[in-house]
Nanobody
Framework: QVQLVESGGGLVHVGGSLRLSCAAS????????MGWFRQAPGKEREFVAA????????YYADSVKGRFTIDRDNAKNTVYLQMNSLKPEDTAVYYC?????????????????WGQGTQVTVSS
């Protein structure tokens, strides 16, 4: 089992920045992939970014490429999502998730463990 706790969400103006954190505990994560997803009201959960714990390889959705950065601190078992140049369409509940597969998948179904989510609201 893996437990995930997100933090760092909040209200920010257009063009602002936020940094989300996801603290993981439980099973060894050294071979896993961590992902960030988001879900806006009335919409399906969508992929944002993923990172390999072991290699640090990353993968981003086109909608956030160049604005968001995913990173990890292996010593703290924590993954971060730095979000810059935020737009109203970035408003959503953001979830971190763990995949036991080594491939950086974008499909939510490939992730086995999920956090409770943190709200990000970008106001115009």
């Amino acid at each position: 089992q893996v437990q995930l706790v997100e933090s760092g969400g909040g209200l920010v103006h257009v063009g602002g920045s936020l940094r989300l954190s996801c603290a993981a505990s439980g099973r060894t994560l050294s071979t896993y992939v961590m992902g960030w997803f988001r879900q806006a009201p009335g919409k399906e959960r969508e992929f944002v970014a993923a990172i390999s714990w072991s290699s640090g390889d990353t993968y981003y959705a086109d909608s956030v490429k160049g604005r968001f950065t995913i990173d990890r601190d292996n010593a703290k078992n924590t993954v971060y999502l730095q979000m810059n140049s935020l737009k109203p369409e970035d408003t959503a509940v953001y979830y971190c998730a763990v995949s036991a597969y080594r491939t950086l998948f974008a499909a939510p179904g490939m992730y086995q463990y999920w956090g409770q989510g943190t709200q990000v609201t970008v106001s115009s």
